[in-house]
C-alpha cells in the first residue's frame, strides 16, 4: 500500500536558521505530493505541492522538489521565523479519480525559537 | 476567506452510545471527506461522499460508522457504538475539484470516549 515517512519531531530551531523536514513516500505508480501545515488549534492548511517528477511547490517561503529518483519530497525554508513554529504533514494521493484520499505522514512538530 | 466550520470543537461521551459529528463545508464544493488522528499518529483517511454517496473508503470506515448529508449544507459522522479506541481528532474536509489539491479542512473535533 502507499506510505508516508516524516522525521520524527519535535525539531527545535532558532529563528533566521535553515529548515529541512525530510519526507519519503511508498507508492504504486507517480502520486501527487503535498505539504500541509496545522498551526495552534486550526485546521490543517494546504502549503504547497507538486504532481510530477521535478516539480517544485513553493509557498511562504517554503520549497519542496518531487524526486522520483529518491521516492522524497522534502521540504525546505531558507530562513525561519517564530510564526513558521506548526505542525507540518507531507502527503500522497493519486489523481486519476475525483475523490482519491490523501495518505499522510505522522507530522513534525517546528518549535522556532525568538 | 470561506471555510469548513466543525462542531463541536471537543465532545466527550461514554463508551457504547452513538456520536454524530457535524461539518459544514464551503458552499460551493462538491466533495467531502472525514479524516482522523489518533493521539501521536497518522492522520488517517476515513471517507469520501460525492453526489449524495461514498465514493471511497478506507478499512477504518466499518459499520460502526456512516456519513449523511442530511439537508445540502451539513456533512455529517455518525459513530453507532463508540468504542475506546474511537477517541481522537476527527477532521472535515472538502474540495471543488477532488484529488487532494484544492481540499479545505475543519478545525477538528476532539472525541474522548471515556
Known amino acids: 500500500g502507499n506510505s508516508v515517512t516524516q522525521m520524527e519531531g519535535p525539531v527545535t530551531l532558532s529563528e533566521e536558521a535553515f529548515l529541512t523536514i525530510n519526507c519519503t513516500y511508498t507508492?504504486?505508480?507517480?502520486?501527487?505530493l503535498f505539504w500541509y501545515v496545522q498551526y495552534p488549534g486550526e485546521g490543517l492548511q494546504l502549503l504547497l505541492k507538486?504532481?510530477?517528477?521535478?516539480d517544485k511547490g513553493s509557498n511562504k517561503g517554503f520549497e519542496a522538489t518531487y524526486r522520483k529518483e529518491t521516492t522524497s519530497f522534502h521540504l525546505e525554508k531558507g530562513s525561519v521565523q517564530v510564526s513558521d513554529s506548526a505542525v507540518y504533514f507531507c502527503a500522497l494521493t493519486f489523481t486519476g479519480g475525483g475523490a482519491d484520499g490523501l495518505t499522510f505522514g505522522k507530522g513534525t512538530h517546528l518549535i522556532i525559537q525568538p | 476567506e470561506p471555510e469548513v466550520t466543525q462542531t463541536p470543537s471537543h465532545q466527550v461521551t461514554q463508551m457504547g452510545q452513538e456520536v454524530i459529528l457535524r461539518c459544514v463545508p464551503i458552499?460551493?464544493?462538491?466533495?467531502f471527506y472525514w479524516y482522523r488522528q489518533i493521539l501521536g499518529q497518522k492522520v488517517e483517511f476515513l471517507v469520501s461522499?460525492?453526489?449524495?454517496?461514498?465514493?471511497?473508503k478506507s478499512e477504518i470506515f466499518d459499520d460502526q460508522f456512516s456519513v449523511e448529508r442530511p439537508d445540502g449544507s451539513n456533512f455529517t459522522l455518525k459513530i453507532r457504538s463508540t468504542k475506546l479506541e474511537d477517541s481522537a481528532m476527527y477532521f472535515c474536509?472538502?474540495?471543488?475539484f477532488g484529488q487532494g489539491e484544492g481540499y479545505t479542512f475543519g478545525s477538528g473535533t476532539r472525541l474522548t470516549v471515556v
Open positions: 461522499f460525492y453526489n449524495n454517496e461514498i465514493s471511497e
Open positions: 458552499s460551493n464544493h462538491l466533495y
Open positions: 474536509a472538502s474540495s471543488e
Open positions: 507508492a504504486t505508480g507517480y502520486p501527487s
Open positions: 507538486a504532481t510530477k517528477a521535478d
